[in-house]
């Protein structure tokens, strides 16, 4: 993966970050990697319920909408996460939810955010 | 909105289903769902759908898209599914008016460029949506001249969905609709004063026409029996409205409205290769049943040119439909009727070499080949042929003649007016032509001039010919005095119907 690249994904996770915490949410954990993958950001909703986010950045449609990228396996994927996160932190059984988000960013800087709640 | 709904038609066979489209966009992550038993042309849909919104500057929406066809449990197969679809993703994507959409049935399959491409099919979805109360359509463009056969409906004809859009938005439509509908002249390719001599052939080519008696043709190569039988539909008279329409819908479904028009009053000539099979001969097929020769012949003729080489059983095959003018195949699908009322010419060799024809004597065949050859037409089917004639090669004589022969047109009129003696007979009863004429019917009724029947009888004694093969020559005696202007069939009428059935010897 190109630097460029690694960037326009840490500006998208930090403009979620920023959005989540804006809507009353607490980031419990960002990036978190086991050998299976990575989650992207994990927050504490305001509803009391855990949300696994995964953020993808694009900064054109050029190789489609940022959210066909995740299939459904790739949903799945993110499911089995989830719960490895939980088993880890002792919360075994909380509420969770999968969100997926995608991001566009602008030429001009700006960006666009697609926020899609527990898409299982 | 994010629910649309549209209305599409489903075949099975000749019957339509009106379809309940309905398209449903939910968050979620971006995926496309199809419901209601689609077959493989038919899930290819999405993509065919999704770059003809694209390519027509409309949005795909990138969310949760489920689409599903109800009634669900009746298998859907297809292209023509397509136009719905992309209508009813549009009403829940965007804020389509519905006035246009409401009440409104969509046909047609999308190109990737958002053109609108001719379905198979069209006039029986019509006619199954306007049984079922809906008198709006839009077609493919390609599709106007099949669609405007049934005239009771308002046809929208539209060429792109771009164009259709801008109706549905605007109420726009940039192509003129009414056309004028107007019946084609029937085409003059062949006709009967090309066929040298033969008058026994033409006799019998033309009783059948009158009656609607299967006919066979026995001669040596090149004699003029495939001359003779191409025509035949030019001497019938021409299909009814209604007969078209009937005609038009088969066509329709089997995909082969390019050879035929939509509009063509021309009874249908079909000859099937003697390598058909008997699928090909009476219809079916694993999703889709389609008709086979024998409905396409449906008011027309199907011709079988060297009938002893077709495969075992293949023959076999149309006496249900030579029987009750109809054949019902029945698939995994389903089952599925299609109407096959024709008349069936067949075409032989006198032998395997082909010149066992008057003294024999360039024949280089053994007289077993000989006998078996003819018999590989199974007695059941031949015991239908009603009239059996040879047709032998031309004498000097015929081949210099320089007067033609009657044209097509002259016999036409003949037949047509016989035609019309047979219906004024049936009037009050169900059956329309002599060969129909049941063979109850025919002993109370329906008897030939005394002198006929002793002629008739005194047969039977001496087992010249069945029971069955009384009623068949009393019915063709019928055509022959419609013909010859007898309110009754006389004696001589009787005796020709008798030898054109039994005086070859098979």
């Known amino acids: 993966m190109t630097s460029h690249n690694k960037s326009t994904g840490a500006f998208g996770e930090k403009v979620i970050a920023d959005f989540l915490l804006a809507r009353g949410a607490t980031i419990l954990d960002h990036n978190w990697r086991i050998k299976e993958g990575e989650i992207d950001l994990v927050a504490l909703m305001p509803t009391g319920r855990i949300a696994f986010v995964e953020v993808k950045t694009r900064r054109s449609y050029a190789f489609g909408h940022p959210l066909e990228s995740i299939t459904h396996d790739k949903a799945l994927r993110l499911q089995r996460l989830a719960l490895a996160w939980l088993a880890t932190h002792k919360c075994f059984g909380r509420e969770y939810q999968i969100d997926c988000v995608g991001v566009l960013i602008s030429e001009d800087g700006k960006h666009a955010i697609e926020y899609r709640a527990n898409v299982l | ?506």
Not at chain 2, 250 to 264: C, F, M, Y
Not at chain 2, 371 to 387: H, K, Q, T, V, W
Not at chain 2, 440 to 448: E, H, M, V
Request: include cysteine; aromatic fraction near 4%.
């Open chain 2, 1 to 506: 909105m994010t629910l649309g709904r549209s209305f599409g038609v489903a075949l099975v066979g000749l019957d339509g289903h009106v379809i309940n489209v309905e398209a449903d966009i939910a968050d979620g992550l971006p995926g496309y769902t199809l419901l209601g038993l689609p077959d493989a042309a038919l899930t290819e849909s999405r993509d065919r759908v999704r770059s003809a919104l694209v390519n027509s500057q409309e949005a795909w929406p990138n969310k949760k898209v489920t689409v599903s066809l109800s009634p669900a449990w009746l298998p859907k197969s297809g292209s023509g599914f397509d136009l719905p679809i992309a209508i009813a993703l549009l009403a829940a994507s965007s804020e389509l008016p519905t006035e246009h959409i409401e009440g409104v049935l969509f046909l047609g399959e999308l190109g990737l460029d958002g053109n609108l491409r001719s379905i198979r099919g069209v006039l029986p979805s019509l006619i199954a949506a306007y049984k079922a109360g809906i008198r709006t359509a839009v077609v493919p463009w390609v599709n106007r001249l099949e669609a405007q056969l049934m005239s009771e409906m308002n046809i929208i004809a539209m060429e792109s969905l771009t164009q259709l859009l801008r109706w549905i938005r605007l109420g726009e439509r940039d192509v003129p609709q009414e056309l004028p509908l107007t019946t084609q002249e029937l085409e003059e390719e062949f006709d009967f004063s090309d066929v040298a001599g033969q008058a026994q052939a033409r006799k019998a080519a033309e009783i059948s026409a009158v009656g609607g008696h299967h006919l066979l043709l026995i001669g040596p190569p090149g004699a003029g029996k495939t001359m003779i039988a191409q025509r035949l539909p030019g001497i019938l008279p021409a299909l009814s409205r209604e007969e078209a329409l009937e005609v038009t819908a088969i066509h329709s479904v089997a995909g082969g409205l390019t050879q035929r028009s939509a509009l063509s009053s021309q009874a249908p000539f079909v000859s099937p290769h003697h390598t058909a099979t008997r699928v090909a001969m009476v219809g079916g097929g694993a999703h889709v049943i389609r008709p086979g020769a024998c409905s396409l012949a449906h008011r027309g003729v199907l011709f079988i040119d060297e009938a002893p080489e077709c495969g075992p059983g293949v023959l076999d095959s149309l006496r249900q439909p030579l029987e009750s003018g109809s054949i019902t195949i029945a698939r995994s699908v389903g089952s599925v009727s299609y109407p096959a009322q024709f008349i069936l010419v067949l075409a032989a060799n006198p032998c395997p070499c082909g010149k066992f024809t008057g003294r024999g004597r360039n024949c280089t065949c053994t007289s077993v080949q000989v006998r078996r050859y003819l018999s590989r037409l199974s007695g059941p089917l031949m015991d239908r042929i009603d009239l059996r004639v040879h047709v032998d090669s031309l004498s000097r004589v015929e081949l210099t003649e320089t007067e033609l022969g009657e044209s097509s047109k002259t016999i036409q009129n003949r037949v047509r007016e016989a035609r019309a003696i047979a219906a004024a007979r049936f009037k009050d009863l169900p059956w329309r032509t002599n060969a129909e004429i049941p063979s109850r019917a025919l002993r109370t009724s329906f008897l030939p001039e005394r002198a006929g029947m002793n002629f008739l009888h005194a047969a039977l004694d001496r087992e010249q010919i069945t029971a069955r093969g009384l009623h068949k020559v009393m019915r063709t005696s019928w055509s022959i005095a419609d013909l010859a202007g007898h309110s009754v069939p006389i004696l001589e009428d009787v005796e020709l119907a008798y030898g054109l059935r039994e005086g070859m010897p098979l």
